[in-house]
């Protein structure tokens, strides 16, 4: 392996990481917030708990969250330097603003967690819950910014290899921006419901039957399937941006080779890369034109419209269908527990529904990776489409394969002690037991 490869390769390590907190940092302070607005408006003490330990958690992650974003940060002036020589001035706008809105959140975490019971009246400790989701999501949408950048580059003059007459806000408002970040928020606020969710179900199959686990289902279930549709609709919207503005990471997500209309939407299957033949696939007719124009008499572009030097890898033909097929998984859960349980004749907390909850927290957190993974690698050979290759905006220092192996080490090192200090924190501490001695303590 070179050292691209090895520049590529711990990037994609620490943004497989990084991206597993800071989903959980986006889209738990929603759930907290909702939570302790239902134990105030409600007056039950289930709901309040739930957005007590959900926010014990929540801290641990976002330290974890921390420590990898920074590493992040130094990677991309490490490994790419010519990306950060190139496109600095650029996207240090919508780097600052990420910092400047993190430090908004913990700012009001810190508040937030140190002032329960605090407050004559509740609702104050609760409107506290906002500026942290502001933070969080204001976080994300900046950094999302910078990706759609890479992608979209606009907002200057390209000029003898520099960048010119740089227009920050026209950059980071550029055309994959709305699409970027809708669909990044929806599918992080959907995969903390399915946390939150299999969490509570963990403990239902383990035998727990309180009150507070049944209710915590039923909340992150009925958020979830309003999510689920919205990642659905935002990954549609996605999709149509593509076909516009990326039609070649369209195309090689659905093995597409010549422009036409009416073109066929392919679903698994094998492909001959020497012949280009499909087999064993399940082709939709008419899906892909419809999926990319919404009619399907609709023109997609095809790769053989663009030089080969210029592909994407193939393989994320399987990467977009996994993702698709868990969005998917991630819709029919919720709307069959929610169907279950306003029939009221059967059990929508039988073991099946639970597993099937259960199984949602991993998919969902897959379901982001590999969402991840059709961005970043749909996009290659460009790091700045157009502008820059990732060949070409490496580091040149041949000792990357040593810090390859240090942050292997430091990141497993991070993951065992979330997990630890996660078990520890909650450790012989379960919902009902923190109930009672609620109750006791009144």
Same mark, same amino acid.
């Given at each position: 392996?070179?050292? =691209?490869?090895?520049?590529?390769? /711990?990037?994609?390590?620490?943004?497989?990481?990084?991206?597993?907190?800071?989903?959980?940092?986006?889209?738990?302070?929603?759930?907290?917030?909702?939570?302790?607005?239902?134990?105030? !408006?409600?007056?039950?003490?289930?709901?309040?708990?739930?957005?007590?330990?959900?926010?014990?958690?929540?801290?641990?992650? =976002?330290?974890?969250?921390?420590?990898?974003?920074?590493?992040?940060?130094?990677?991309?002036?490490?490994?790419?330097?010519?990306?950060?020589?190139?496109?600095?001035?650029?996207?240090?706008?919508?780097?600052?603003?990420?910092?400047?809105?993190?430090?908004?959140?913990?700012?009001?975490?810190?508040?937030?967690?140190?002032?329960?019971?605090?407050?004559?009246?509740?609702?104050?400790?609760?409107?506290?819950?906002?500026?942290?989701?502001?933070?969080?999501?204001?976080?994300?949408?900046f950094i999302t910014t910078v990706n759609a950048f890479m992608n979209t580059p606009q907002g200057f003059t390209y000029e003898s290899g520099n960048l010119t007459h740089i227009d920050p806000l026209a950059a980071m408002?550029?055309?994959?921006?709305?699409?970027?970040?809708?669909?990044?928020?929806?599918?992080?606020?959907?995969?903390?419901?399915?946390?939150?969710?299999?969490?509570?179900?963990? !403990?239902?199959?383990?035998?727990?039957?309180?009150?507070?686990?049944?209710?915590?289902?039923?909340?992150?279930?009925?958020?979830?399937?309003?999510?689920?549709?919205?990642?659905?609709?935002?990954?549609?919207?996605? !999709?149509?941006?593509?076909?516009?503005?990326?039609? &070649?990471?369209?195309?090689?997500?659905?093995?597409?080779?010549?422009?036409?209309?009416?073109?066929?939407?392919?679903?698994?299957?094998?492909?001959?890369?020497?012949?280009?033949?499909?087999?064993?696939?399940?082709?939709?007719?008419?899906?892909?034109?419809?999926?990319?124009?919404?009619?399907?008499?609709?023109?997609?572009?095809?790769?053989?419209?663009?030089?080969?030097?210029?592909?994407?890898?193939?393989?994320?033909?399987?990467?977009?269908?996994?993702?698709?097929?868990?969005?998917?998984?991630?819709?029919?859960?919720?709307?069959?527990?929610?169907?279950?349980?306003?029939?009221?004749?059967?059990?929508?907390?039988?073991?099946?529904?639970?597993?099937?909850?259960?199984?949602?927290?991993? /998919?969902?957190?897959?379901? $982001? &990776?590999?969402?991840?993974?059709?961005?970043?690698?749909?996009?290659?050979?460009?790091? $700045?489409?157009?502008?820059?290759?990732?060949?070409?905006?490496?580091?040149?220092?041949?000792?990357?394969?040593?810090?390859?192996?240090?942050?292997?080490?430091?990141?497993?090192?991070?993951?065992?002690?979330?997990?630890? =200090?996660? !078990?520890?924190?909650?450790?012989?501490?379960?919902?009902?037991?923190?109930?009672?001695?609620?109750?006791?303590?009144?």
């Amino acid at each position: 392996m070179g050292t =691209v490869d090895w520049s590529r390769g /711990l990037t994609e390590m620490t943004l497989a990481f990084h991206i597993l907190f800071a989903t959980v940092g986006v889209g738990v302070p929603v759930f907290i917030s909702i939570a302790e607005w239902l134990g105030i !408006a409600k007056k039950d003490v289930h709901y309040s708990l739930m957005a007590r330990r959900w926010a014990r958690g929540f801290v641990i992650t =976002v330290a974890v969250g921390v420590v990898t974003g920074t590493c992040i940060g130094l990677q991309l002036s490490l490994l790419w330097p010519e990306f950060m020589r190139l496109a600095g001035n650029v996207v240090g706008l919508p780097l600052f603003m990420e910092t400047f809105a993190f430090f908004f959140e913990a700012i009001f975490l810190g508040i937030y967690l140190y002032t329960w019971n605090r407050f004559s009246n509740p609702y104050l400790h609760w409107l506290l819950t906002l500026p942290i989701i502001i933070g969080s999501t204001g976080s994300a949408l900046f950094i999302t910014t910078v990706n759609a950048f890479m992608n979209t580059p606009q907002g200057f003059t390209y000029e003898s290899g520099n960048l010119t007459h740089i227009d920050p806000l026209a950059a980071m408002f550029n055309p994959a921006t709305p699409s970027k970040v809708a669909h990044v928020l929806f599918s992080a606020y959907l995969t903390s419901a399915f946390l939150l969710a299999m969490i509570a179900a963990f !403990a239902m199959l383990k035998g727990r039957k309180d009150d507070y686990y049944r209710k915590s289902i039923r909340l992150n279930m009925t958020v979830g399937l309003v999510l689920a549709v919205a990642t659905i609709i935002g990954g549609d919207a996605s !999709a149509k941006f593509l076909a516009k503005e990326q039609p &070649e990471k369209l195309a090689a997500a659905e093995w597409h080779f010549e422009t036409g209309d009416r073109a066929s939407l392919v679903v698994g299957g094998r492909l001959n890369p020497e012949t280009g033949e499909i087999s064993g696939a399940i082709e939709i007719p008419w899906a892909l034109s419809i999926l990319a124009t919404n009619h399907p008499d609709g023109t997609v572009v095809g790769l053989n419209d663009f030089p080969k030097d210029e592909w994407p890898p193939l393989y994320v033909h399987y990467l977009f269908d996994a993702m698709v097929g868990i969005g998917f998984y991630l819709l029919a859960v919720p709307c069959l527990f929610l169907a279950m349980l306003l029939i009221k004749r059967w059990n929508a907390y039988n073991r099946w529904i639970l597993g099937g909850i259960l199984a949602g927290g991993p /998919l969902s957190f897959l379901a $982001i &990776e590999l969402g991840w993974f059709y961005a970043e690698v749909g996009r290659q050979p460009w790091i $700045i489409r157009g502008y820059l290759r990732v060949s070409d905006a490496a580091t040149t220092n041949a000792h990357v394969d040593v810090t390859f192996w240090m942050f292997a080490v430091l990141y497993a090192v991070l993951g065992i002690v979330c997990l630890f =200090v996660l !078990a520890r924190l909650f450790h012989n501490k379960p919902a009902e037991l923190e109930l009672e001695l609620h109750r006791i303590i009144l």
